[in-house]
């Protein structure tokens, strides 16, 4: 099948460019037609359609459960096992309704959150709901409607209760499940603002064969907030701030990563959280050193990759870090190639869409 040219502004004439040469941030950009953004998700989580980049080969058609025979034994797959909070909050605001998208925690409840209308939740106001409130503390950088909030609960009242499982605002339908903007193996509370979107087309039982193939699974956590899905709004991407996010990697993931490399084993990152997760604690091995922290990790053309091999990743929005991010990994005209074919081939995009696989350029 001959892959023809699809109208995509400036993305389609990318150029390679010195690493320290400012790269527009319109070579990112690309049209994406709203019927390619998946509305709802798939029944089955392993029957999305998977787009593999073969080395040096054309983009194959594939689907998420094939991906255990493109592994071998002694490969390690890594997840984040985050859970998504009830990060959405709405209630009134000068009797108008209003709402909360709790970010991150502050510690004493307080939280860095983004805030809707803007205008009427400046610092000083506050948003209030049925035994709770949020009081808007002062203004957080980095996004015209970041606020620093406080939230009080009454006795008994409790944030799951009061929130919601927070969709991306590209998803016009609500879902019958929430469980499916989770992962199957999530676990704990939940902290982070949006879901690892990678990983919800993996079933146990795809796992289960993973592992019955002689390949391991190991769980990292990247704590999901507006570092990941904040888009960019520079003129270039080198100028675009990366907000941190925290990450913890425990002792037994980080030797069982060691484990990998002495085994001559591949790190498989399923989502572009775990890959930043992983390539923020390097340990200069081919594998990684335990701890927790924040991370401002910003991975473009240019930047090296030091623990991961292969990468298991959705269709991620125009002029996003995620899509800079996938572009580093696999190689930018690597990636315009099989975007142009994504959407020829009708493939679905976004969270609930389909997604790709395939091996580090460099």
Known sequence: MR??????RRWSSLKVRAEAEATPTDDFDYPLPARAIAQQPLGDRSASRMLVLGRGGRPEDRQVADLPSLLRPGDCLVVNDTRVRAARVRGRVAGRPGELLLLRELGQGRFSALVRPGRLLRPG?????PGWR???LGSWPGHPGGRVVALELEPGVELEGIGEVPLPPYLREGLADPERYQTVYSVGAGVSAAAPTAGLHLTQGLLD???GLGASICRVQLEIGIGTFAPIRTATI??????SERYRISPGAAAQL???????GRVVAVGTTAVRCLESSPDGAGAVCSGAGDTGLYLRPGCGFQVVDGLLTNFHQPRSSLLVMVSAFFGTETVRTAYQQALAWGYRFLSFGDCMFGWRAI
């Not at 106001?125 to 709901?129: K, Q």
């Not at 080198?238 to 907000?243: A, F, G, T, V």
């Not at 060691?258 to 001559?264: E, L, M, N, Q």
């Open 134 to 136: 949020g009081a808007v």
């Open 125 to 129: 106001a506050a948003l209030e709901g």
């Open 238 to 243: 080198e100028s675009h701030q990366m907000h």
């Open 258 to 264: 060691r484990a990998t490399r002495a085994d001559g």
């Open 209 to 211: 064969r993973v592992e």
């Open 3 to 8: 892959l023809g040219r699809l109208p995509s």
